[in-house]
């Protein structure tokens, strides 16, 4: 019985789909390998692996110490829309990031709208 509520509990407030937004975060914010990079990105069709490395390499390398998601926020938005374009593939791990749904309400059927 215990088990059960701790796996519910689990499941309700540490969701698997929030695992790979953590994913996502962790290499932005520390160095990763390459290989890392790819399998992180493996689930993102929209993201490329090895050119997410380059960029993310390039972006570290002109900010040493990248503390938060604002942080590279803060640095792609300061560049010139040219320079920009450039980082791509940050620019689409960004947008992911700051659109996480962060409510763990859950969505009443429609049914029970309908019969009001």
């Known amino acids: 019985m215990l088990d059960a509520a701790v796996t519910g509990l689990a499941t309700r407030y540490d969701p698997p789909e929030i695992s790979g937004y953590t994913a996502l975060e962790r290499i932005l914010l520390r160095s990763s390998t390459t290989e890392d990079i790819s399998e992180t990105?493996?689930?993102?069709?929209?993201?490329?692996?090895?050119?997410?490395?380059?960029?993310?390499?390039?972006?570290?390398?002109?900010?040493?110490?990248?503390?938060?998601?604002?942080?590279?926020?803060?640095?792609?938005?300061?560049?010139?829309?040219?320079?920009?374009?450039?980082?791509?593939?940050?620019e689409q791990i960004l947008n992911l990031l700051l659109t996480i749904c962060c409510s763990n309400a859950e969505a009443e059927p429609v049914l029970e709208l309908q019969k009001c």
């Open 41 to 90: 990105v493996k689930d993102y069709p929209e993201l490329c692996g090895d050119s997410l490395s380059v960029q993310l390499a390039m972006v570290k390398q002109q900010q040493r110490k990248c503390e938060s998601v604002q942080v590279f926020v803060d640095k792609i938005n300061s560049l010139h829309p040219a320079a920009r374009s450039l980082f791509s593939q940050v």
